[in-house]
């Protein structure tokens, strides 16, 4: 008998939903069908907007919220539509929701993280049960509350007695490392395809650099690229995970300044570096033996990208995760998806090592249909 879920993930690089409806019932899952829809330009400009401290922000994140649930539930019908399955026998949808603010640990030493997410509405609009709010709990244990798909990772992608790692690259990218011996070490290695998406969009009109085409092109900027990798994040030792807090427009903009004259492609192909550099220095720094690295994500779309992470790591493997079956738009909805059934469960998940958590605790809450 089908164990059908559905994930949903819009991340950190605006570019739209992602979905997954998911059946469990065999020892190893089946993405049955995978759906996805871009945001209206409208939604996508005010969930960027909502990134940083403006005016109403209360009345204008609720209705944001909203928004983003009528496109979550465009993806659920989708699905359940594109695979000829009812929505009632999906058992639940696991939401991730839009991140606007991650502040773990800070000001009064819990801090918060926010994603706008009506789990209430989408099971109106869906008529099926929603699993949300999955890094409130973590982040009241004492956690960074991300990232969260290394468990997934390690259930889809680990493999017994070798050590394998998995990079996403959405708009934050993250690392997790599945040793040998059984132990699993994630945290965010910093800004993926955002800084680079963003740069792309005002210089070209383009949305992101297709196949890192446009930064292929350029030249890196050695001053620049140092100045940029001067961010204390970097060094800061997991647990840690980062967004747009942090890694803004503004960020870029206050390196920039003294590189006024610099051509926006050796900016693009400077950007496409950061993300490169970064990501291979943690793997060097927390597992230099790796042989086998799965990038999944948007950025494993890049193909320069991934040329760049094959050369500054020349002794591991660089594949994307669509040669281990999982396409990598598919792997953080699907991760969602995992997780969701985990809360329905009611299955705790051991975070202390990637979150920094206390202890083991179920995550997300859930909203009957």
């Not at 779309?301 to 594949?319: G, I, K, S």
Request: glycine share 10%; with cysteine.
């Amino acid at each position: 008998m089908p164990d059908l879920y559905i994930g949903l993930m819009s991340g950190t690089s605006l570019d739209g939903v992602d979905g997954v409806l998911v059946d469990f019932s065999a020892s190893t899952p089946v993405v049955v069908q995978y759906a996805c829809a871009p945001f209206p330009a409208k939604l996508r400009a005010e969930l960027l907007a909502l990134n940083t401290p403006g005016a109403n922000e209360l009345h204008r994140a609720a209705l944001a919220g909203n928004g983003l649930m009528r496109a979550y539930a465009q993806v659920v019908t989708a699905l359940v539509a594109g695979a000829g399955v009812a929505a009632a026998s999906v058992r639940a949808i696991g939401a991730h929701g839009q991140t606007v603010r991650h502040r773990p640990q800070e000001f009064d030493g819990t801090g918060y993280t926010l994603q706008l997410c009506q789990p209430a509405l989408l099971a109106e609009l869906t008529g099926i049960a929603v699993v949300a709010d999955f890094r409130s709990r973590d982040v009241a244990a004492g956690g960074q509350g991300a990232p969260l798909a290394p468990f997934f990772h390690q259930s889809w992608f680990g493999r017994p007695g070798e050590t394998v790692g998995v990079l996403n690259i959405g708009g934050i990218s993250n690392i997790t490392l599945l040793r040998a011996n059984g132990e699993m070490l994630g945290f965010d290695c910093g800004p993926g395809n955002s800084l680079m998406d963003s740069w792309c969009a005002l210089h070209t009109g383009k949305p992101y650099d297709s196949e890192g085409a446009w930064a292929a092109s350029g030249k890196v900027l050695p001053p620049l690229l140092e100045n940029l990798m001067a961010e204390p994040y970097f060094s800061k030792p997991p647990p840690k995970s980062t967004g747009r807090d942090l890694f803004s427009q503004a960020w870029l903009q206050a390196h920039l300044s003294a590189f006024a004259d610099a051509a926006p492609v050796d900016v693009q192909a400077t950007l496409t570096e950061l993300t490169a550099r970064a990501c291979s220095a943690d793997v060097l720094r927390y597992q230099p033996d790796l042989r086998r690295l799965i990038v999944c994500g948007g950025g494993a779309l890049n193909t320069h990208l991934m040329r760049r992470l094959a050369d500054l790591l020349p002794h591991a493997q660089v594949a994307s995760s669509a040669d281990w079956s999982l396409p990598p738009l598919q792997v953080e909805a699907t991760a969602f998806a995992w997780l969701a059934r985990k809360t329905v469960l009611g299955e705790k998940l051991e975070l202390q090592s990637t979150t920094g958590a206390k202890g083991a605790r179920v995550l997300g809450c859930i909203y009957p249909a």
